[in-house]
């Protein structure tokens, strides 16, 4: 069993800069595709930006050229760092992560992001 445990999130004003951290329990991300996800009130959950086991990333239109997402396997720990925030930023972002070749599929428990006009 894996535990995926978010931070980072808080309150911002637009504009502003917010860098996510996903802590895995164990040597997770050499063998799995790590993804965060964002969902706000009344909305479905949907993908902001994933990265594959071989580092190839993929993001959302609507944060392309604002987010990052990144890892250090060495720490064990997964990143979305997020510029030039804005109010429909707002969400609560999702750490999630595949396995890959399994059907092993892990959330975090999430972390509240809020960006004021």
């Known amino acids: 069993q894996v535990q995926l445990v978010e931070s980072g999130g808080g309150l911002v004003q637009a504009g502003g800069s917010l860098r996510l951290s996903c802590a895995a329990s164990?040597?997770?991300?050499?063998?799995?595709?790590v993804g965060w996800y964002r969902q706000a009130p009344g909305n479905q959950r949907e993908l902001v930006a994933d990265?594959?086991?071989?580092?190839?990333?993929n993001y959302a239109d609507s944060v392309k050229g604002r987010f990052t997402i990144s890892r250090d396997t060495a720490k064990n720990t997964a990143y979305l760092q997020m510029n030039s925030l804005k109010p429909e930023d707002t969400a609560v972002y999702y750490c999630?992560?595949?396995?890959?070749?399994?059907?092993?599929?892990?959330w975090g428990q999430g972390t509240p992001v809020t960006v004021s006009s």
């Open positions: 990265m594959t086991t071989g580092g190839s990333t």
């Open positions: 999630n992560v595949k396995v890959a070749l399994t059907a092993r599929n892990y």
């Open positions: 164990g040597s997770i991300f050499r063998i799995a595709v």
